[in-house]
């Protein structure tokens, strides 16, 4: 082999590829992987599966005409990266020196060495963590994506929780199937873009809830959200919105954490792409993919298609590299 960064010689045995994190990104790069007979090791987070195996059904990724359970679909793509020859690891990445190569990934105690690594690790959602929102989230009422669940709530009274741009595209999103929309925020006026304010307040379907914050989703934990107990802030007043649906949408938090600053990312904590890619990084076979690097789409089929774009890079990365 032929590298410019410094070769480390270690009898640890060093991986064609680690991807760490198992969503349809990880996974999806696994399968392809794989398939290039590179025997990947895939490091399973504390979600194997990711954000949506917290979804009872997903009807909008193609080839499932009736939809599928997001655990189910998840479940799919890992005996199929498995069938391949993918090996799993339950196992956290703490920090990483990227440095070097082979590059080493630090898990706890003990580390690992890669010629190539795709992260995969997805965002997790803010959350507001009020009272039913946890017991109440997943399949049950309380989610933070509308493109994936609002068509679940046909004629029916939801609430949107929110003031950025997030939270206005979701309400604009979900008056194409709600009967009414209510968009709580804790201030008199919106974050969002003016345009994207303006297009919210004029909407007939959108109620505007200012100075307001959630207190409680009422409901059962096994049964599905009644309604969205809230308090003005400035009257002290409390009040029950008699809705179905509580979309959350204060922003997510990107999970890239132990791979800064090694890798470079924009003001969200979002990876930043080299120019002209989607998924490489500024580290030479360091592929990222999925809602890590993607703040804008954040939906299964596009980090699908991340993940086969990284796996496509890391093979001829490897293949150039090799000799």
Excluded at 199 to 222: C, N, S, Y
Aim: with cysteine; hydrophobic share 40%; proline share 5%.
């Amino acid at each position: 082999m032929s590298y410019f960064l410094p070769f480390i010689t270690m009898s640890t045995s060093v991986e064609n590829v680690v991807i760490v994190g198992t969503g349809c990104a990880g996974l999806t790069a696994a399968i392809y992987t794989a398939r290039a007979n590179l025997n990947p090791l895939v490091l399973e987070g504390p979600l194997p599966g990711g954000q949506l195996t917290t979804t009872s059904e997903v009807e909008n990724f193609p080839g499932f005409a009736h939809g599928v359970d997001g655990f189910q679909l998840t479940q799919n793509m890992r005996e199929q990266a498995t069938r391949f020859g993918t090996r799993f690891e339950q196992a956290l990445v703490t920090a990483v020196d990227f440095s070097v190569f082979p590059r080493r990934l630090q898990l706890g105690d003990r580390e690992i060495l890669a010629k190539a690594v795709i992260i995969a690790t997805g965002a997790s959602p803010r959350m507001t963590g009020i009272p039913g929102e946890k017991e109440l989230y997943g399949g049950k009422g309380v989610t933070t994506c509308a493109t994936c669940d609002g068509a679940f709530y046909r004629k029916m009274e939801v609430a949107v929780l929110g003031g950025g741009d997030s939270a206005a595209e979701e309400a604009l999103f979900l008056t194409r199937f709600a009967s009414k929309v209510y968009l709580v925020h804790r201030r008199d006026t919106l974050r969002a873009s003016k345009i994207m304010a303006d297009r919210a307040m004029a909407h007939e379907k959108i109620q505007m809830v200012w100075d307001t914050v959630p207190v409680e989703v009422l409901g059962v934990p096994e049964g599905a959200v009644s309604g969205l107990k809230v308090k003005n802030l400035k009257t002290g007043a409390e009040s029950v919105l008699p809705v179905k649906g509580v979309f959350v949408a204060i922003g997510h938090v990107p999970n890239t954490g132990p791979f800064v600053p090694a890798l470079e990312v924009d003001e969200g904590g979002y990876f930043k792409p080299s120019a002209g890619s989607q998924v490489q990084t500024r580290v030479p076979g360091i592929y990222v993919a999925g809602d890590c690097s993607d703040h804008v789409y954040r939906q299964a089929i596009t980090a699908a298609g991340m993940g086969c774009q990284a796996a496509i890079e890391a093979e001829r990365w490897l293949a150039e590299h090799e000799g």
